[in-house]
């Protein structure tokens, strides 16, 4: 027999003064309810109640330990109440990673309306192309761009993108347009870079499988938002996302190149950790991302 339902019997009997009352009240038989007393009482080692079959009455130490077990009571009550109500209400501190390009554009920007709508919920950015741990770093939910997904967390679709080869029109005049990945070799390319200054490849599909190709060229750093002005500039090819250059291939500012060697999918997506139970704050971030970047013209506009 567990304490809290020790506890429960002695506060339901004692507010109730009779042991019948509180038995019928629980679905119970009163003998199995003086079971749980007398168990509460062996336990502490103390005489709680006076109890015979007309009347009851608490002990000195009894009115002492009833009012301690009503704020217990309470205060697991609330405890329950405000855990339940995180599953239907968005409440508490949100924790997101995002990359860093793509949370400044498409991410932190939307978080006013979430909190103008949930004012119970403190939202908590890191912006970062590293790929964070989320479970060890403590945080709520992930957005990712493409990649491998572990098994261990769950991937919620938020829009469809790829991961493009694009120039300007006065550089394919200057220096051609690639039909063919080896083509990549003769152009300028933009890379990113890692630390040490090694180059990131470029990756593509090749006859059903995923291939790497070196991407070289005169510039490369490690700022997405760099390399995509500096392919917005005229200075060479960039290897970048859809979501990030809509704009610009609609008024053709950018070209695409290679598109048939284009990764199929390279989606952006929330990641979290499996749960049984999804947190409200959480689900509603995921739905309100998904309901924004399905807008029509919401792209173009960026």
Known sequence: MDKLTQIEAFVDVAEKGSLVRAAMGQHITPVMLGRRIDALEKRLGVKLMHRTTRHLTLTEQGTLYLD??????????????????????????????????????????????????????????????????????????????????????????????????????EYFERHGIPRTLDDLSHHNCLAFNLQGGQ????????????VTVRADGNLNCNDGEL???????????????????????????????????ALPQYDIMAVYPQQRHLPAKVRFFIDMLKEIYARPDYWLRR
């Open 68 to 169: 301690h077990c009503r704020k217990l009571l309470a205060d697991l009550g609330h405890a329950d109440r405000m855990v339940s109500e995180g599953r239907h209400r968005a409440t508490g501190h949100l924790i997101v990673s995002a990359p860093a390009a793509f949370g400044r554009k498409h991410v932190a920007p939307h978080a006013a309306g979430f909190v103008r709508a949930h004012p119970d919920v403190q939202i908590s950015f890191n912006l970062t192309d590293r790929v964070v741990d989320l479970v060890r770093d403590g945080y709520d939910v992930g957005i990712r761009i493409g990649g491998v997904i572990d098994p261990s967390f769950v991937a919620v679709k938020l829009a469809n993108n790829r991961r493009v080869v694009c120039g300007t029109p």
């Open 227 to 261: 390399l995509h002005r500096w392919a917005t500039e005229g200075l060479g090819l960039a290897w970048r996302s859809s979501w990030e250059i809509e704009s610009q291939l609609a008024s053709g500012e950018l070209i695409t190149v290679l598109d048939d060697f």
């Open 199 to 210: 180059q990131r490849g470029w990756y593509f599909q090749h006859q059903g499988k995923q």
